[in-house]
């Protein structure tokens, strides 16, 4: 069993978050190129180079939608330092682990919950 999170460490983990989601927001404001629609125009791009930039395009809007769902998760984990609920498993409602918060900061569940939940 882990014990609950000290004053210094969860303001470690609330400058972690912070970070990261000024990270994230610059990634997502930044909107570039390679999410905007592929031209048709063949005389200028081949369909093999087409094809390719349309994968890229894709892969962009994966990286984006990902980046989107991460920075609400570390907005939920910033609500919860406010709440006094951050660091509480949401299945078991033991402490979680210090060193998971510091690899994931935004993590709801302790690691014992979250290998459960993926082997299931």
């Known amino acids: 069993m882990s014990e609950a999170l000290g004053g210094i460490q ?14 994230l927001g610059a990634q997502l404001s930044s909107r570039d190129s390679s999410t905007k629609p592929v031209t048709l125009d063949q005389q200028s791009v081949g369909r093999v180079s087409r094809i390719d930039a349309i994968a890229q395009q894709q892969m962009a809007i994966a990286n984006q939608q990902q980046a989107r769902q991460l920075l609400k998760h570390i907005e939920l984990a910033l609500h919860r330092i406010e709440a006094g609920e951050y660091g509480i498993c949401d299945r078991c409602e033991e402490p979680i682990a210090f060193a998971r918060l510091q690899a ?13 939940t993926e082997t299931s």
């Open 104 to 116: 994931q900061p935004a993590a709801t569940l302790c690691i014992e919950c979250q290998s459960a």
């Open 10 to 23: 969860i303001e470690q983990l609330r400058s972690l978050l912070i970070e990261k989601q000024r990270e």
